[in-house]
């Protein structure tokens, strides 16, 4: 395995492998919560990508970031760990073969569960797609790959409101 941004163990990288290439993140032990019905004081991330190797490493990403999460692979799945567990963002794959992408799960989620934000990921997002996500609802828009910072800015200014409302 190649680490394509190897001087940066935080950052999300694609790695070639025999079949193409995955998404990989540093050298540490993750820190993902599958578990239904997580009571904790830190922030819950839903994280949705139908690519499991994705799935880890953005989860990895999260839990250095002091986030709990849960994976799916399925917009269904999302959206019954959703329904489940007290979610504070759910981060999602804009192309999801086979099923409704994440412009459709960001509908679904601010109709059904309005306080949960919404983060969309995509290898290609260009100007014109964000701003039309954005002004859909969309909490934030990131471009794959991307570091544990944009993570942290992410996961702060989500954390802002509930400071003062504390």
Known sequence: MQLLHSKVPEVLVLCPDKSGYHWEIGLNQPH?????????NKLVAVVLDDDEDTRFAISRI?????CDTLEA???????????????????????????????????????KYPDVDVVLMSCAMDTNTRARLLSAGASECLMKPFYKETCLDILNNLKAPLKKSA
Do not use: Y
């Open 62 to 66: 999260l839990g250095k970031c002091d």
């Open 32 to 40: 993902i919560n599958n578990q239904n019905n997580i009571h904790t």
């Open 73 to 111: 692979s399925s917009v269904d799945a999302a959206m019954g760990l959703i329904a489940a567990n007290k979610v504070d963002v759910v981060f999602s794959d804009m192309r999801i073969p086979g099923q409704v992408g994440g412009e459709e799960l960001l509908g679904q989620v601010l109709n």
